[in-house]
């Protein structure tokens, strides 16, 4: 550990950079480039803090911590010089964005330093785009901070975005010829709009349903992975799904199914009780009426055709202790070794990125071995 002094107060740190001890201590220091999930770019230069003996502040961001550091987070010059960079962010800003999401990151700074932003800001040449069936794109709201970029480059590796134009007339635009979201490489993990500190990418259902007013945090229910989510609710329905940062499985990152793939729930037509189909027409029945009739079902076919004439499919929805029932019942009731598991659907497009990668739609330790 390395012994460091903070605002004052002597503190024990790990080995990282300031911003990571700084945080590890409750000392809250504004970012907006900034993101656990990605390599520091000390873009936004709002971390700066005075390290004593240094003639200038640094970067904490990424800048090493080093033993014997006196570090100062709160300095009149320093607040100064973010309240400068913020005003600067805010010059071109509509500000119709920060009193339609007030939590954003960047509109909670802009509270904090007491940064207003003229109501006929924006910038009405900007790229918005609406085509992607759960992503708003609003540039006009963008302050460059590359988040979006970074995180579909470095965690998703999709390459999605990029900086273009350059010098002060820099901004975030859709890499090559890609001349709509929907046309583009995305594949609707959402990290970019999980990290964007303004809104400039925005979930749809937020635009349409209004924000969360309560959160829950669960498992993803589409396949056995286990990643952790975190669900939105607003007047008792879902309306947002955040990963977990902090999720071993998933560490802050979801696919396609987990983030966006919740329309189901709600949906009119969800069947909600057991339904049996007679000459061709669906009726709603009791539970115990269902399970009669398949039980009868499986009776007649068993003794008809033998038990190799009937099969089981377990989920990966179950959990591991309800698949090992579904195989106990098809085994020792039915007499059949005929088990098998939805996964090889839902498996298909993780096995199609082995194929690509690996050579081998297999599991990642035949995965291994076919790389040799
Ligand atoms: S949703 Fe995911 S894949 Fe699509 S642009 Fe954003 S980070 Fe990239
Ligand atoms: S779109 Fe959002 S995340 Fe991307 S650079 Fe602009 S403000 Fe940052």
């Known amino acids: 550990m390395l012994r460091v002094t903070l605002n004052g107060q002597p503190h024990a740190a790990a080995n990282g950079t300031i911003l990571t001890a700084l945080r590890a201590a409750g000392i809250a220091v504004p970012t907006l480039c900034h993101d656990a999930r990605l390599k520091p770019i000390g873009g936004c230069r709002l971390c700066l803090v005075q390290v004593q003996g240094l003639a200038n502040p640094v970067l904490a961001c990424n800048t090493p911590l080093a033993d014997g550091m006196v570090i100062a987070t709160h300095t009149a010059e320093i607040e100064a010089q973010r309240r400068a960079t913020l005003q600067l962010l805010a010059k071109n800003y509509p500000a119709s964005a920060v009193a339609q999401f007030p939590d954003k990151e960047f509109h909670r700074l802009l509270r904090a330093y007491d940064v207003t932003v003229a109501p006929d800001g924006g910038n009405p040449a900007s790229f918005r785009d609406d085509s992607h069936p759960y992503i708003r794109v609003d540039m006009a709201q963008c302050i460059t901070c590359q988040r979006c970029i970074r995180i579909c480059d470095e965690v998703q590796g999709q390459n999605v975005w990029e900086l273009k134009f350059g010098g002060d007339g820099a901004a975030v635009r859709l890499r090559g010829d890609a001349a709509t979201l ?10 970019c709009v999980d990290t964007c500190p ?8 937020l635009l349409t349903l209004g924000v969360p007013t309560e959160w829950r945090r669960t498992t993803c229910p589409h396949c056995g992975t286990g990643c952790e989510m975190d669900v939105g609710t607003r007047s008792g329905r879902i309306v ?26 709600h949906a009119p037509d969800r069947a909600r009780e057991p339904m049996l189909r007679e000459n061709g027409v669906w009726k709603t029945v009791s539970w115990a009426e269902a399970i009669s009739f398949t039980a009868a079902a499986l009776q007649r076919i068993l003794a008809e055709h033998g038990p190799d004439s009937v099969g089981v ?10 698949n090992y029932l579904v195989q106990k019942f098809a085994r020792v009731v039915l007499g059949t070794n005929n088990v098998d598991s939805c996964a090889r659907v839902c498996h298909t497009p993780s096995a199609a990125a082995m194929k690509m990668t690996c050579s081998a739609r297999a599991s990642s330790r035949r995965c291994d071995a076919a790389r040799g």
């Open 240 to 265: 947002a799904v955040r990963p977990v940062m902090d999720a071993p499985v998933n560490r802050g990152h979801l696919c396609v199914k987990g983030r966006y793939a919740f329309g189901f729930v």
């Open 198 to 205: 303004t809104g400039a990418l925005e979930d749809k259902t």
């Open 313 to 322: 499919l377990g989920s990966s929805r179950a959990t591991n202790e309800e």
């Open 182 to 191: 929907r046309a583009s490489a995305c594949v609707s993990c959402g990290a």
